[in-house]
């Protein structure tokens, strides 16, 4: 059995630089928000030490709790969850995320309709990190750099307090909406695979 061992959490705040689409606000049985939870391989400064986060050091945890994870305001865990997570998407350059918030909880569908306006777009996670010895290097000034591989998360949260350019709110959806773009996907498949079947018959 694999051993690793759990740190105290840690907390990360992302801001966005810029809202892509944004697209309205409460819709009949559903609020979905989809942003970037974590960009991967940026330098950020946590105050006594600088950090950046590589990509696969969530694949554990997304594997593991891919629609469990609560997005929180604030990284406050007195109240209740907002939201939770539904999908989630890794890429080169970060991790993007998509929850389902809960639109009959006032503060919920306050903050879709705040990020929808610009005015609560930073993302921050909360994680734990899962080994002893990260990779840890001293410049010349003696200050450490390091790179997290490997750590659990364990929630994100909306925050109006940037303090790391990469992750930002960036679509804010009803349930129709939703539906629609799901639709939509679903139709390029349709047709992906019509022209790939085409083309077959033509060789």
């Known amino acids: 059995m694999e051993s690793v061992t759990l740190r105290a959490p840690e907390v990360r705040t ?50 593991e ?27 080169d350059d970060g991790l993007d995320g998509v929850w389902r918030l809960d639109d009959q909880d006032p503060l919920a569908v306050e903050g879709a309709r705040k990020a929808a306006a610009g005015m609560l777009t930073g993302m921050s996670v909360g994680f734990s990190p899962m080994v002893e010895e990260d990779d840890i290097e001293l410049d010349d000034n003696g200050l450490p750099w390091i790179t997290r591989s490997q750590a659990r998360l364990l929630e994100v949260s909306l925050t109006p307090t940037p303090a790391y350019a990469g992750a930002q709110v960036s679509l804010v959806r009803s349930r129709a909406a939703q539906q629609q773009r799901g639709e939509r996907r679903r139709s390029a498949e349709i047709d992906s695979w019509r022209a790939f079947a085409e083309q077959a018959r033509q060789r």
């Open 65 to 91: 709790a891919a629609a469990g994870l609560p997005l929180l305001l604030w990284h406050d865990n007195r109240t209740f969850p907002i939201g939770v997570s539904t999908e989630w998407r890794e890429s």
């Open 14 to 63: 992302y801001p966005a630089l810029e809202l892509r689409e944004i697209e309205a606000t409460k819709g009949a049985g559903g609020l979905w928000l989809e942003g970037r939870a974590v960009p991967y391989d940026t330098w950020t400064d946590v105050g006594w030490f600088m950090e950046r986060i590589t990509r696969g050091a969530f694949k554990k945890s997304i594997r």
